[in-house]
């Protein structure tokens, strides 16, 4: 089956740190993989995008790398700020058979930025 | 442009009583999803809906939950009886449905639910 694994959390960072957040897939197929964020007391929220091997999402000064041989789409942001403090979700949605339009999480990173 | 919107936004009830959720979904969106979110984990489905239909209920515990969208708008769900367990939140999210199984899914703020 499908499944999303981020890294553990919670992270701390100081303003204008630089930011990954590691998120690797498995799926069958070529699924498109996304990340989602959810600001305190807010719904989730798209963030960014990809939909095949080796494509770019990017949003707001957040990108993400479709890899397929590593099956990974980690979350990089040069300089984050406190404004981004969040839980951030990888998730993927693989368009064959029982799993079409059902996304797949993982569990969830929050992310703490300090002044 | 209205987002999506679920009442009530918290709700806290006695085991074994009955609850309901409901959704209305943005305008327009013809596909309409519940996910649950447990504490410390992402949401998983638990039904998805097409206009009417409900195409994938196939993570719904259907003992105890239910769910209904009567006429392809808004969208009820419902548990009876509640049990401690289903202390969670419950998400609802729709998307435009004519573009593929990877389009954007928009996100409700939640329902939080807290058996006693």
């Known amino acids: 089956g499908n499944s999303v694994t981020q890294m553990e959390g919670p992270v701390t960072l100081s303003e204008e740190a630089f930011l990954t957040i590691n998120c690797t897939y498995t799926?069958?197929?070529?699924?498109?993989l996304f990340w989602y964020v959810q600001y305190p007391g807010e719904g989730l929220q798209l963030l960014l995008k990809?939909?095949?091997?080796?494509d770019k999402g990017s949003n707001k000064g957040f990108e993400a790398t479709y890899r397929k041989e590593t099956t990974s789409f980690h979350l990089e942001k040069g300089s984050v700020q406190v404004s981004d403090s969040a839980v951030y979700f990888c998730?993927?949605?693989?368009?064959?058979?029982?799993?079409?339009?059902?996304?797949?999480f993982g569990q969830g990173t929050i992310l703490t930025v300090h002044p | 442009e209205a987002g999506v919107v679920q009442s009530p936004r918290y709700k806290i009830i006695e085991k074994k009583q009955p609850v309901a959720f409901w959704c209305n979904p943005i305008s327009g969106h013809n596909t309409l999803y519940w996910y649950l979110q447990n504490l410390g984990q992402g949401p998983e489905l638990l039904i998805r809906?097409?206009?009417?239909?409900?195409?994938?209920d196939s993570q719904l515990p259907k003992d105890r939950f239910s769910a209904e969208r009567l006429k392809g708008v808004d969208s009820t769900l419902k548990i009876q009886p509640a049990e401690l367990g289903d202390s969670a939140v419950y998400l609802c999210?729709?998307?435009?449905?004519?573009?593929?199984?990877?389009?954007?899914?928009?996100f409700g703020p939640g329902t939080r639910l807290l058996v006693l």
């Open positions: 809906y097409e206009n009417e239909e409900a195409v994938d």
């Open positions: 998730a993927l949605i693989n368009a064959g058979g029982t799993s079409y339009g059902k996304l797949t």
């Open positions: 799926a069958t197929g070529y699924p498109s």
């Open positions: 990809a939909t095949k091997a080796d």
């Open positions: 999210a729709s998307s435009l449905g004519i573009a593929g199984a990877d389009e954007t899914q928009y």
